[in-house]
């Protein structure tokens, strides 16, 4: 069996991992995204996933609807 998580696995630990944490974590356009980047990669550390590439945005998509909930 595959040691490492997929992608989904992996995104969905993360933000499963965020809601068991005390303190609170702010995302959205309004706040500083570098405490969310920290915990990304200690998540990714922690688990054993390898750093993304540096081209990585040349393959990443976003929702179209950002206001969907």
């Known amino acids: ?3 490492v ?3 989904s696995e992996a995104v969905y ?3 499963a991992w965020l809601t068991t944490r005390d303190e609170v ?3 959205g356009a309004n706040n500083d995204c570098a ?3 920290d915990l990304a990669a200690r998540f990714c550390d922690e688990n054993g996933l390898p750093d993304p590439r540096s ?3 040349d393959y990443l998509t976003h ?3 950002n206001n969907a909930k």
């Open 1 to 3: 069996m595959d040691s």
């Open 5 to 7: 998580l997929t992608g």
């Open 13 to 15: 630990g993360f933000c």
């Open 25 to 27: 974590t702010k995302m």
């Open 35 to 37: 405490p969310i980047a």
């Open 55 to 57: 081209n990585y945005t």
């Open 63 to 65: 929702p179209r609807d």
